[in-house]
C-alpha cells in the first residue's frame, strides 16, 4: 500500500503543536516529538496493516475531452459532452460532486469565470457523458473550460489544467458553394439517382457490367481544382479552412500538402450528411499571392462529381476578416494523372506521372486550358469529423520470392488493410502493376491492383491516396531491374484508434488468437467498420461487436458518428438497411432481423462501456421506430420470418425464421433495458410484455424435448444466452449444448450470427472450461486450424477457401470471450461504474493478464498460479468504480490482500481496506472492493 507522506504531515502538525515538518531543532519540545514519533511509528505500523486512513485531497481531474475528443477543432455539435478522469490514489475513492467552468477568453478561465457556463457544484458522480447546457455556443469559436471534483470525504480537488474546444461552421454558416468539374463519364448501368434501392434485383454498384476489365475507368476520373487569391502584407491572427466532400479529397496551399489525413472525409450516406474537417493553415498562407490546389476522387461513390465546399476564413491581428469561398471562381479539369475506385470485389488506383502538371497546386500557373467549374445547389447536412484516417505504421516485407524477370513477391508477415509504398527509378513511361492478395497462392485477391506509370529522371516513390486494400502479400509486374527488399513499404492505414486493452495467457495459441483478432478490428475500421479490407469493404451491422470494440479500443469518437449514421439511415416506414451507412440492397428491402439488431444491441452496449445516456436518448426514437416496423411484420404469434442471412456461414445452421424472431425477442429485452435507463416507464411495461410474449411463443414454437429449433449449438446458445429458456429447463438444454460441443470434439459448428451468442452461453453459465477446450483446438473447425494454416488475422469462414483472410467478426467473438472468461474482466453497470472481476481457471493455464482503460480509468487484473495450491489475483480499480471479486474458495484454506488476513478456515476474519465481504456463490467467496491495487494471495488445501 503506498503511504500518503501528506497525511502523515498533517497528522504530525495536529499532534506536535508548533511542530513543523520543515526544520526543527532537536532541543524542541522533545517530549512532543518522542510522542509524536511514537505515534508516526504506529500510523506506519497503522497503514501497512491495509487499515482505511482518511487521506489528503484528490488531485486535478485528467484527460480533459469534449465529445470524447482532446482539444477538438471544428465540432458541430452544439450539446457536445464533457469527460474528465478522476485522480486519487487512495483506496475506495469516489467523485461525490463535480464543477465545470467555460468561459470565452484565456483571462477569464484563469481567474476561474465561466462566463458561458458554470454548473456550481453538482452533486453527481458523473463524469462522462456531462450534457453542455450553457449558453448557446456561436460557430467558429474556441471556448476554454475545466473541472474540479470532490471526493467521497468532501475533499476538494483543485481545476485541471484548462482545455479547449473549437467549433466549426453550423449548418447555416456556410457561405462557399458545392462545385464540381463537368465531365463525360458514362453513366454506369442503372442510374444511382433514379434506381429503385428497395425493389431492383441488381444494384448498379454491384452490376459486373460496370467493373468488367477496364470498364470502370469510363465511370471514374479524378480531377484537379484550383483558386488563386491575394491578401494583404499584414500579421494573420487565425486562418481556418472547412472543407466538406463527397468523395475523397487531398487539398494543398501554395505546393504544401495540409494534414496528415488520408481518404478523408469519413463515409456516410451522402444523400443525406457530409462530413467536414477543419485545418489550422495559418503558417501556410502568403502575403499576395496564394493558391489553393484541390486533387478530387469519386471515393465509395459513383456520382460524386458534384460535392466539394471550400470556406477559408481569415482573422488579421487588426480584426480585418478575409474570406475565400468555393464559387464560380474556381477552375477545374479532369486531365488528372490518376483514376481510382473503390467497390464491391474492385480496389484500383492508376497514376500516371508523366501527365502531371507541375506547379498546378501554385500561384502563377497557366490554367488556360482548364473549365470553368459548375454550381450545384445540394441540401446536406454538415457534421464535423472528430476521427481520421491516417498512415498509422509502415512496415517492411520479410522475404522476397523471384517468380520470373519481371515478376516479385513480397510477404510482409502481416495481414493488414493499406497500400504499398514503391520507390522506383527507371524510363518515362514505363508501368508497374502493383497487386495485392490474402495469400501466398494467388497473386491478385479480388481485382486489387494499382498502376504506376513512370516519369523517368530518377528516383519517384508512389502510393495511392484514394483507394485502399487488404493483404499480406504484394506482387510487382513490370518493375524495372531487380527491386531490392528496400522498394517496397506497407502503409498500414485506418481510422487513427486508441489502443485501450490488452490480454494474454499461458497459452500462446490464444494469446495469438487474441492479437490477430486486434489486427482483424482496427483494419476494419475505416470510420465506419466493414467486414473486410479487401473484396467489400462495407459496413454490414451483423459482422461486428460493439461491446469487443470498446474492449479494445477508445471508441467514443467513432461511436458518435455510427449513432449518427444510423439515424440517418431509417426509412419513413421504420427499417433500416443490413448495412449502415449506405442504401445498397440485394433485390429485397434489406432489414434482416438478426444483421439489424445491432442497432438495438450496440446502442445498448455503447451505453455500458461509456455510460453516455444522451446517445440513448439521441438514438431513441429511431430505435423506437425500428421495433415499430418489425411488429408490423411479424405474424399473429409476433414471430417474424423474414431472413435474408439466417446464420451465414454456420455449420450447422438454425433456421433463419428461429433466428429473426430469437434476435428480436433481444431487441424488444433490451429496449425494455433502455426505456428503464431513461426512465420511460410507460415504455418499459409495454416492452417487457411484449418480450414475454415473444419468448413464450418461441418456447411454444421451436422448443422441442430438449433443445431449440434443429437443436443445434447455435439455436440452443441463442436460447441460452438471450434468456429465452425458462429456468427451469436450462439444465436440460445447456446438456444439449455440451453433448453436441464434446460429440464434435470439441469443434464449433456456428455462424456468424451464432458464435458470439455461443461463447457468451458459455460465459454466462460459467462454463470456462468448456470454452477453453474448444478455443484450443487446432484442428477444423475452429480458430486455432486458422492458425495451422498461417493466420496473422481472423478469417472470414473456419475453412481455408477464397474468402477474405481478414474479418472482424468470429476472431473478436472469440477475443471477447478471452477478456471476458480467461481474462476476467466484464461489467456489472454501465460505464464500468461497477465491475465483476473472476478468474478464468481452466485446463493447462497458467496465469492470464487483462487491462482495459474505461471511460473511468485503468482497470487491469492479473491471476497466477504461484505454486500447487497458491494463486495469486493482483486487481486494480479506477476512482470512482467498484467492483465485485470473485476469489475460487472450493478448498481454501486462507486468503489475504496484501499483508492483511481476511479469510481463515472458512469465513472472513480481519479487514483490509476498502475490502468487504459479500458472501458465497457456487465455488467462490464475493468480495466488494472500491478503487485501488489489491494484491489477493489464496492458499488452497492440496
Not at 495481414?415 to 504499398?420: E, K, Q, R, V, Y
Not at 475490502?915 to 489464496?938: A, C, H, L, M, P
Request: include cysteine.
Amino acid at each position: 500500500m503506498m503511504i500518503d507522506f501528506k497525511y502523515i504531515r498533517i497528522c504530525l502538525r495536529s499532534w506536535v503543536p508548533g511542530v513543523s515538518m520543515q526544520s526543527q531543532k532537536r532541543d524542541d519540545q522533545p517530549m512532543h516529538l518522542k510522542i509524536s514519533f511514537l505515534r508516526l511509528f504506529l500510523l506506519l505500523s497503522f497503514l501497512a496493516s491495509g487499515m482505511a486512513v482518511s487521506a489528503a485531497k484528490p488531485g486535478a481531474p485528467s484527460f480533459l475531452r469534449v465529445d470524447y475528443t482532446i482539444n477538438p477543432m471544428g465540432i458541430t455539435n452544439q450539446k457536445p459532452v464533457f469527460s474528465w478522469l478522476m485522480q486519487d490514489a487512495d483506496r475506495g475513492e469516489k467523485q461525490i460532486a463535480y464543477e465545470i467552468i467555460i468561459a470565452s477568453t484565456v483571462e477569464k478561465i484563469n481567474k476561474n469565470t465561466g462566463d458561458i457556463w458554470a454548473t456550481g457544484w453538482v452533486n453527481s458522480d458523473q463524469q462522462n457523458g456531462i450534457v453542455y447546457n450553457g449558453v448557446p455556443l456561436s460557430s467558429k469559436t474556441t471556448y476554454f473550460w475545466k473541472s474540479r471534483v470532490k471526493d467521497k470525504d468532501e475533499n476538494m480537488s483543485p481545476f485541471g489544467s484548462t482545455a479547449t474546444f473549437e467549433t466549426g461552421l453550423f449548418n447555416n454558416d456556410w457561405t462557399a458553394k458545392w462545385i464540381y468539374v463537368e465531365d463525360n463519364l458514362q453513366k454506369p448501368f442503372f442510374n444511382p439517382k433514379t434506381v429503385n434501392y428497395k425493389d431492383s434485383t441488381v444494384h448498379p454498384l454491384y452490376d459486373s457490367r460496370n467493373w468488367e476489365g477496364d470498364t470502370w475507368q469510363k465511370l471514374v476520373t479524378g480531377k484537379l481544382l484550383r483558386k488563386e487569391f491575394q491578401l494583404p502584407s499584414k500579421t494573420i491572427k487565425q486562418a481556418r479552412v472547412y472543407i466538406a466532400n463527397l468523395g475523397y479529397y487531398e487539398f494543398r496551399i501554395n505546393g504544401i500538402r495540409v494534414g496528415d489525413h488520408v481518404l478523408d472525409p469519413g463515409m456516410t450516406d451522402c444523400t443525406k450528411r457530409v462530413l467536414s474537417v477543419t485545418y489550422d493553415v495559418k503558417d501556410l498562407l502568403q502575403n499576395g499571392s496564394n493558391a489553393v490546389g484541390v486533387m478530387l476522387s469519386n471515393g465509395r461513390l459513383i456520382n460524386s462529381k458534384d460535392g466539394f465546399r471550400f470556406q477559408l476564413e481569415i482573422e488579421y491581428e487588426d480584426n480585418q476578416k478575409i474570406n475565400v469561398l468555393s464559387d464560380e471562381s474556381w477552375k477545374g479539369t479532369c486531365d488528372a494523372p490518376f483514376k481510382s475506385v473503390i467497390n464491391w470485389g474492385i480496389s484500383k488506383e492508376l497514376f500516371d506521372a508523366a501527365k502531371e502538371q507541375t506547379g498546378w497546386d501554385k500561384k502563377g500557373f497557366n490554367d488556360v486550358g482548364w473549365k470553368s467549374v459548375k454550381v450545384n445547389n445540394l441540401d446536406l447536412k454538415i457534421d464535423a469529423q472528430l476521427e481520421a484516417i491516417r498512415v498509422i505504421e509502415v512496415i517492411k516485407p520479410v522475404r522476397t520470392i523471384k517468380l520470373s524477370d519481371s515478376v516479385y513477391r513480397y510477404d510482409m508477415g502481416q495481414n493488414f488493410s493499406g497500400w504499398a509504398r514503391m520507390k522506383v527509378n527507371g524510363p518515362k513511361g514505363k508501368i508497374i502493376k502493383i497487386q495485392y492478395s490474402d495469400t501466398q497462392e494467388s497473386l491478385m485477391d479480388f481485382n486489387q491492383e494499382d498502376q504506376y506509370t513512370l516519369k523517368g529522371g530518377g528516383v519517384e516513390t508512389f502510393e495511392p491516396r484514394f483507394t485502399y486494400h487488404g493483404f499480406q502479400w504484394i506482387t510487382l509486374i513490370g518493375y524495372p531491374g531487380i527491386p531490392a527488399i528496400e522498394s517496397i513499404q506497407g502503409c498500414v492505414v485506418h481510422t487513427d484508434l486508441t489502443k485501450t486493452g490488452t490480454f494474454s495467457c499461458s497459452n500462446k495459441m490464444l494469446t495469438q488468437l487474441y492479437q490477430n483478432s486486434q489486427w482483424s478490428l482496427r483494419t476494419n475500421v475505416h470510420s465506419v467498420y466493414t467486414d473486410c479490407p479487401s473484396r467489400e469493404k462495407v459496413p454490414w451491422l451483423g459482422q461486428w461487436s460493439q461491446e469487443t470494440l470498446s474492449q479494445n479500443f477508445d471508441m467514443g469518437k467513432f461511436f458518435l458518428k455510427w449513432k449518427d449514421d444510423i439515424i440517418a439511415a431509417q426509412d419513413s416506414d421504420g427499417r433500416i438497411s443490413d448495412k449502415v451507412p449506405g442504401r445498397i440492397h440485394y433485390g429485397w428491402n434489406g432489414t434482416d432481423p438478426v444483421w439489424v439488431s445491432e442497432v438495438v444491441l450496440g446502442t445498448y452496449d455503447i451505453y455500458r462501456a461509456i455510460g453516455d445516456k444522451k446517445q440513448l436518448s439521441d438514438s431513441y426514437p429511431v430505435l423506437q421506430k425500428l421495433i415499430g416496423y418489425y411488429q408490423s411484420i411479424a405474424d399473429s404469434n409476433k414471430m417474424i420470418s423474414q431472413s435474408r442471412w439466417g446464420d451465414h456461414i454456420g455449420l450447422d445452421k438454425p433456421s433463419p425464421a428461429y433466428l429473426s424472431s430469437a434476435y428480436f425477442f433481444q431487441m424488444v429485452k433490451t429496449m425494455t433495458l433502455i426505456a428503464t435507463e431513461l426512465n420511460k416507464k410507460e415504455d418499459v411495461a409495454t416492452y417487457k410484455s411484449l418480450a414475454e410474449s415473444i419468448r413464450r411463443n418461441i418456447n411454444r414454437i421451436y422448443f422441442h424435448e430438449n433443445g431449440y429449433d434443429n437443436n443445434s449449438q447455435g439455436a440452443n446458445a441463442v436460447a441460452l444466452h438471450f434468456g429465452i429458456v425458462p429456468e427451469d429447463l436450462i439444465p436440460a438444454v445447456m446438456k444439449s449444448l455440451e453433448q453436441d460441443i464434446v460429440r464434435k470434439g470439441y469443434h464449433v459448428s456456428t455462424g456468424g450470427a451464432t458464435t458470439y451468442n455461443l461463447m457468451n452461453a458459455l460465459w454466462k453459465y460459467n462454463k470456462t472450461s468448456l470454452g477453453y477446450e474448444m478455443a484450443s483446438q487446432d484442428s477444423y473447425p475452429g480458430w486455432g486450424f486458422w492458425l495451422k494454416n498461417g493466420a496473422t488475422t481472423s478469417w472470414e469462414q473456419w475453412d481455408v477457401n477464397n474468402a477474405s483472410k481478414n474479418h472482424g467478426w468470429l476472431g473478436s467473438y472469440l477475443s471477447s470471450w478471452m477478456v471476458k472468461a480467461i481474462g476476467g474482466i466484464s461489467i456489472l453497470e454501465p460505464g464500468y461504474h461497477k465491475i465483476k472481476i473472476i478468474p478464468g481457471i481452466a485446463g493447462e493455464l497458467s496465469f492470464a493478464k487483462t487491462s482495459i482503460e474505461t471511460i473511468k480509468g485503468k482497470v487491469a487484473f492479473s491471476w497466477s498460479k504461484q505454486s500447487p495450491g497458491k494463486l495469486e489475483m493482483v486487481v486494480t480499480i479506477p476512482p470512482n468504480s467498484t467492483a465485485e471479486v470473485y476469489i475460487p474458495s472450493k478448498n481454501i484454506l486462507s486468503i489475504r490482500e496484501g499483508t492483511v488476513s481476511i479469510w481463515e478456515n472458512g469465513k472472513p476474519t480481519g479487514k483490509a481496506a476498502a475490502v468487504g465481504w459479500k458472501g458465497r456463490q457456487e465455488n467462490y467467496t464475493i468480495w466488494d472492493i472500491g478503487s485501488g491495487t489489491y494484491k489477493f494471495q489464496i492458499t488452497d488445501k492440496l
